[in-house]
């Protein structure tokens, strides 16, 4: 696609219920981050992937956060049992590879916020 | 990852140049030195990127010291659309993509 897209763009959500956040990168990139932003501060990196490398997981905060990512293409980031701390925007960025992304900027995407209430 | 540090905030007016220097003293040899801007609502949008010396494009500059243990970012001729919170982002590129962006610098520009 023309660029990187996020769905839903707006979640509520019960405490306690799970979620999947859904991102869908630029034709042909092949490395896909997770970043977190909580209100009115930087973003936190979560995991990202690399081609079929397996995923580097290292920022994810918790076991109920997970993500997949099928076909090299669309990413699922999971949140399972949330809590009211988990509420924040949750954005995705892509780019050609880890090294482009670099030197080139990564593309992000327009993000979702999430609610738990 | 190296540290950075970039101030809060900043206000301008219309017109005017403005010069956002971020810090990063422990800079490592195969770091590089990029900055973002980000929109409410929006993520984040690859301004420049550099290593050493000074990288113009069309839309900013960006000055690194020798040292490289900071770096300005210059925006010339700010208007309104140009408030917004800027980042700057010093790693391999490894690392790059892990990268927690800091809390970045508020840019205000009036009228």
């Known amino acids: 696609g023309a660029g990187v897209s996020q769905s839903p763009s707006n979640k509520v959500t019960e405490k306690g219920k799970d979620v999947e956040l859904r991102c869908d990168p630029i034709?042909?990139?092949?490395?896909l981050y997770w970043y977190r932003q909580s209100l009115g501060q930087g973003l936190e990196f979560l995991i990202y992937?690399?081609?079929?490398?397996?995923?580097?997981k290292s920022g994810l905060p918790s076991d109920r956060f997970s993500a997949e990512r099928t076909g090299g293409s669309v990413s699922t980031l999971t949140i399972q049992r949330t809590q009211q701390e988990d509420s924040a925007v949750y954005l995705c960025?892509?780019?050609?590879?880890?090294?482009?992304?670099?030197?080139?900027?990564?593309?992000f995407g327009s993000g979702t916020r999430l609610t738990v209430v | 990852l190296a540290k950075t540090t970039q101030p809060i905030s900043m206000d301008s007016y219309e017109g005017q140049e403005v010069n956002i220097t971020c810090s990063h003293n422990?800079?490592?040899?195969?770091?590089?030195i990029t900055w973002y801007q980000q929109f409410p609502s929006q993520g984040p949008r690859f301004i420049i990127q550099?290593?050493?010396t000074k990288v113009t494009n069309e839309v900013a500059s960006l000055f690194i010291p020798a040292d490289r243990k900071s770096s300005t970012l210059s925006l010339p001729r700010v208007s309104l659309s140009d408030t917004a919170v800027y980042y700057c982002l010093v790693a391999t590129n490894t690392n790059a993509g892990k990268s927690t962006f800091g809390d970045g610098t508020t840019l205000t520009v009036k009228p």
């Open positions: 550099g290593y050493k």
């Open positions: 960025a892509s780019s050609l590879d880890l090294g482009q992304g670099a030197t080139h900027g990564y593309t």
């Open positions: 422990n800079i490592a040899t195969n770091d590089y």
């Open positions: 992937f690399q081609g079929n490398s397996a995923p580097d």
């Open positions: 034709s042909g990139h092949t490395a």
